[in-house]
T-cell receptor, first 112, second 116 residues
Framework: GESVGLHLPTLSVQEGDNSIINCAYSNSASDYFIWYKQESGKGPQFIIDIRSNMDKRQGQRVTVLLNKTVKHLSLQIAATQPGDSAVYFCAERETSGSRLTFGEGTQLTVNP | EAGVVQSPRYKIIEKKQPVAFWCNPISGHNTLYWYRQNLGQGPELLIRYENEEAVDDSQLPKDRFSAERLKGVDSTLKIQPAELGDSAVYLC??????????????FGPGTRLTVL
């Protein structure tokens, strides 16, 4: 079936460095994508989203890039901080419904 | 504004026992979701409600799982009987609802179920 997955299960960076978390998706009908952050013991928290008519969207310290040609999504975190340590999930959704399909998650660890 | 409330936060039961989880969505949110999250995995949708109507329950194992949202506000998810493989975090989420697919889903903290 259709799936969303992540290339790297773990990522360790130094505080202040930039982080890049990648995600591949396979459902060509998906045209809305979301990045979530999940801290231990908490539910996923919305970070940033992007629609398929865009290839880049920026938020505060975060940027999402979408490459529809190769079905690839990435989350860039600038000046990574210890508070950014968490599991990051990408999720996709078809406009025909509101079911979110999540990937497996990347554990980001920020070393002081 | 209070977020999505779930209880209990943790539950340990023996296999074959029943268990129930409760969720109170954000006030005014018509859409309510129940997800299951296995360790190291992303959440998987079990059921989605629009008000009191279950509009997507295709991934709910109906032989042992049931859910209700009688008044279109809070909801209960039940497992009876529980199996070892049901050990997971059960997340509830809510959104404003309607036909827009861009309504943000807000997640509760989840209930961690351990079946022994």
């Amino acid at each position: 079936g259709e799936s969303v997955g992540l290339h790297l299960p773990t990522l360790s960076v130094q505080e202040g460095d930039n982080s890049i978390i990648n995600c591949a998706y396979s459902n060509s009908a998906s045209d809305y994508f979301i990045w979530y952050k999940q801290e231990s013991g908490k539910g996923p928290q919305f970070i940033i989203d992007i629609r398929s008519n865009m290839d880049k969207r920026q938020g505060q310290r975060v940027t999402v890039l979408l490459n529809k040609t190769v079905k690839h999504l990435s989350l860039q975190i600038a000046a990574t901080q210890p508070g950014d340590s968490a599991v990051y999930f990408c999720a996709e959704r078809e406009t025909s419904g509101s079911r979110l399909t999540f990937g497996e998650g990347t554990q980001l660890t920020v070393n002081p | 504004e209070a977020g999505v409330v779930q209880s209990p936060r943790y539950k340990i039961i023996e296999k074959k026992q029943p268990v129930a989880f409760w969720c109170n969505p954000i006030s005014g949110h018509n859409t309510l979701y129940w997800y299951r999250q296995n360790l190291g995995q992303g959440p998987e949708l079990l059921i989605r409600y629009e008000n009191e109507e279950a509009v997507d329950d295709s991934q709910l194992p109906k032989d042992r799982f049931s859910a209700e949202r009688l008044k279109g506000v809070d909801s209960t998810l039940k497992i009876q009987p529980a199996e070892l493989g049901d050990s997971a975090v059960y997340l509830c989420a809510s959104s404003l609802g309607g036909t827009s697919v861009y309504n943000e889903q807000f997640f509760g903290p989840g209930t961690r179920l351990t079946v022994l």
